[in-house]
């Protein structure tokens, strides 16, 4: 069972504690968001990266160098 640790700076005692049911489950509510918003990032930037590749492509079609189009 996962515990926590519990320091009263008064006396420097430190207790181990297991998690409620509630503790753990606002855990796992915390780590299922933490992944989505990573996923949300990874996407974002895939897809920052891919409009920069079709933005560059399109540029060089039209005939630019790559010392102009890194000039943008």
């Known amino acids: 069972m996962p515990t926590k640790l519990i320091v009263d700076c008064s006396t ?42 079709s933005a560059n492509a399109k540029l060089k079609a039209l005939g630019l160098s790559d010392a102009e189009i890194a000039a943008f």
């Open 12 to 53: 420097g005692i430190t207790t181990e504690v297991e998690l409620t049911a509630e503790e753990i489950a606002d855990m796992e509510t915390a780590r299922v968001a933490a992944e989505a918003d990573r996923a949300e990032r990874e996407a974002a930037a895939t897809a920052k990266a891919a409009a920069k590749a």
